[in-house]
């Protein structure tokens, strides 16, 4: 339908989200994938296709402002629930290409806001909080990063938990120049305030909205959790009752000031209250949707397997839950009392919160906060299209791009309403009930699939098959890996293949005799395109390059002998291990971080711990054990990597 042909839809009842409000009995022609005309059914001269939803309401197409996503099944989930419009919170390279690619109209999914990887600072570990993070220590780095990202196409940049002052402050003079959004977590040390003094324009999941806000002896208290401690996502404290209740004893008059500096200023928050609500609450395990969702994520699920909680008593959980449900109710009337701008978010992939239909949860829960059915409506369609600065989406008016939601309810009574769509209509296109169906059914065949071995290149001339594998992550199947490996005067090369359900990932590295890296090739091939980066020493010195889908490419130099990390082969680096020189501690070159974020590769070390060689660098630290003639397991966090023989030579 996303064609000159106009196309005529006949709309019981439109949502307009213009100055003409509620329209009854209304034409809405479509065109090119826009508007091109609404009007009563009796002025309207009908040519064309017909789409007759006289049965039905029609508004714009809703928006998730915090996701994740991962792959189609995950942009494919959120058409099929009525969401044209996400905002994702974790970019990586092929979220630029998606973005062309959906506006070009070459792929169906919803239109595409991304952010940049999270920049974040070093924790206690001397890590990010996540892998894959851009670590952000000054100014200096602060600048670098966000006019690098700027020039690639990002739309907002990420700031997150332990960012230092100075380096969100240098982020935030970055965000100026460049004109970037700096929005994401509030920094641990940091109050809001302070952070928005700091340039900070955004915040997610109304996180450390009560640090400086709090009665005096509540601040006491939280200030000497910080002191023990304390801290988001790493160990015990961050969800017990104890620490909750203490967050919890909030001044009314202290975040009533917050809240009304946040509307003069126009400074957003992201609620995302469904995020604690389900990791905190009850987990579901026989919920339908599970088979929508990727079987090793839904297993990270579990209160055994995932860090934040598995700490915590059945009791406990229950009772952190309903001091933070009704710290953050508290704290969201205030921001609705004051005006504060407010998006609509989930944060999928936690627990329990699923791509699309968990918008419609998040919307029940904020009614809890005294916003009305309406209110949530506009907030989730005009308001975040005005966020973006989209102007042709967000409305049912000629010129907007045709995304829509056909309901059968009345969504400005009850947002309920919003939940299974009758119809979406993405661009232009139509997706009536029995094709939205049928985008469940095929999300449900994506995440499920298995790692196609026969992906997987034959061993080349010359080299020895050292062995097939089968990986595991969570006790369940979600890779196969083929080694092989060469030696030739003193080098070995080692190329490890490892194929998902994403695509195909080739590490061909090669050691001397001391186990140091002479060169490494890595390839990441998936639908959208190819990340590639490649290692050569010269001398004192290794020269890295890549080029990424996204269009980006990067010259760095960093110091010589290093031995290979995790990412340049789990086999070399065992067997560089054996190789080396003991010293306690050797220099280890690793491209995660920076091949995910477009920055330069910063060395990290390895050292053994027992029977297991810990790899740290700046967003993780890694375990390894075992060995490639029996299994070996790669550990880090939420992620639990199991090679197993599938078979010998």
């Keep these: 339908m996303n064609d000159a042909t106009p196309t005529t839809i006949l709309a019981g009842t439109v949502l307009s989200m213009t100055d003409r409000g509620v329209l009854r009995d209304q034409a809405i022609t479509v065109a090119d994938g826009r508007i091109t005309r609404v009007a009563p059914r009796a002025e309207h001269e009908i040519t064309g296709p017909v789409v007759d939803w006289r049965d039905r309401t029609i508004l714009p197409g809703l928006a998730d402002c915090h996701v994740h996503v991962e792959d189609r099944a995950d942009m494919l989930g959120y058409l099929a629930h009525g969401v044209t419009l996400v905002r994702n919170m974790r970019g990586k390279p092929w979220h630029l290409d998606w973005r062309r690619r959906v506006a070009e109209g070459a792929e169906l999914g919803p239109y595409l806001v991304t952010s940049t990887a999270m920049a974040d600072g070093r924790g206690a570990p001397g890590t990010t909080v996540w892998p894959d993070s851009a670590q952000i220590t000054d100014r200096a780095s602060a600048h670098a990063a966000v006019h690098r990202w700027a020039g690639l196409g990002y739309q907002q940049v990420k700031a997150y938990q332990w960012l230092s002052a100075e380096a969100l402050e240098g982020l935030g003079e970055a965000c100026r120049d460049t004109g970037l959004p700096l929005v ?8 809001v305030h302070q952070a928005i003094d700091r340039g900070q324009t955004g915040f997610e999941h109304l996180n450390n909205y009560e640090y400086g806000s709090l009665r005096p002896a509540a601040q006491e208290r939280l200030d000497a959790f910080f002191a023990q401690g304390f801290s988001y996502g790493r160990g015990r404290n961050r969800f017990s009752p104890e620490a909750a209740k203490a967050a919890s004893d909030i001044d009314e008059h202290k975040i009533a000031a917050l809240a009304q500096r946040m509307a003069a200023e126009n400074i957003t928050s992201c609620p995302t209250l469904i995020v604690l609500d389900r990791l905190l609450g009850h987990r579901d395990f026989s919920d339908p949707r599970l088979r929508l969702t990727d079987p090793v994520l839904a ?14 008593t059945p009791d406990e959980l229950q009772g952190t839950a309903d001091l933070f449900h009704e710290r953050s109710r508290r704290v969201l009337a205030a921001l609705r009392d004051a005006g504060a701008p407010v998006l609509v978010g989930t ?15 998040e919307l029940e829960l904020m009614t809890g906060a005294g916003y009305t059915s309406a209110e949530l409506v506009r907030l989730a369609t005009r308001g975040a299209a005005d966020y973006f600065g989209l102007t042709d989406r ?11 939601v056909a309901v059968t309810g009345d969504p400005l009574a009850s947002v309920t309403a919003l939940k299974d769509p009758a119809a979406v209509v993405v661009g232009g296109t139509v997706l009536e009930r029995p094709r939205l169906d049928a985008l469940l059914d095929e999300v449900e065949t994506l995440v499920h699939a298995e790692p196609d071995r026969a992906r997987l290149r034959p061993v080349p001339s010359g080299e020895r098959l050292v062995g097939e594998y089968e990986r595991t992550s969570f006790g369940r199947t979600d890779a196969a890996t083929r080694i092989s490996s060469h030696s030739d005067g003193g080098a070995t090369t080692w190329r490890e293949q490892i194929a998902t359900r994403h695509g195909v990932e080739t590490r061909t590295t090669v050691i001397d005799a001391s186990g140091y890296l002479v060169s490494a090739d890595i390839e990441r091939r998936r639908a959208e395109g190819a990340d590639v980066a490649t290692v050569r020493r010269d001398g004192d010195r290794y020269a890295v390059h890549w080029s990424t889908l996204d269009g980006a490419e990067l010259d760095a130099e960093v110091p010589a002998p290093l031995l290979p990390g995790v990412d340049l082969g789990v086999a070399a680096l065992l067997a560089a291990a054996r190789l080396a020189p003991d010293q306690g501690r050797w220099p280890v070159l690793s491209l995660g971080a920076g091949l995910a974020n477009a920055l330069p590769p910063v060395p990290g070390t390895l050292e053994r711990d027992g029977d297991e060689l810990v790899q740290r660098t700046t967003d993780a630290i890694v375990r390894i054990a075992g060995d490639v003639a029996g299994e070996y397991t790669v550990q880090a966090p939420m992620t639990q990597l199991v090679h197993r023989r599938a078979f010998r030579p």
């Design 184 to 191: 994401g977590h509030c920094p641990q040390e940091l109050t």
């Design 299 to 312: 297993r990270t699920w579990r209160s055994e397997n995932d860090f934040r909680i598995m700490a915590l």
């Design 347 to 361: 944060d999928t992939h936690n627990a329990f919160v699923f791509h699309g239909s968990s918008l419609v949860e």
């Design 394 to 404: 967000g409305r049912v008016d000629a010129g907007f791009v045709a995304d829509l």
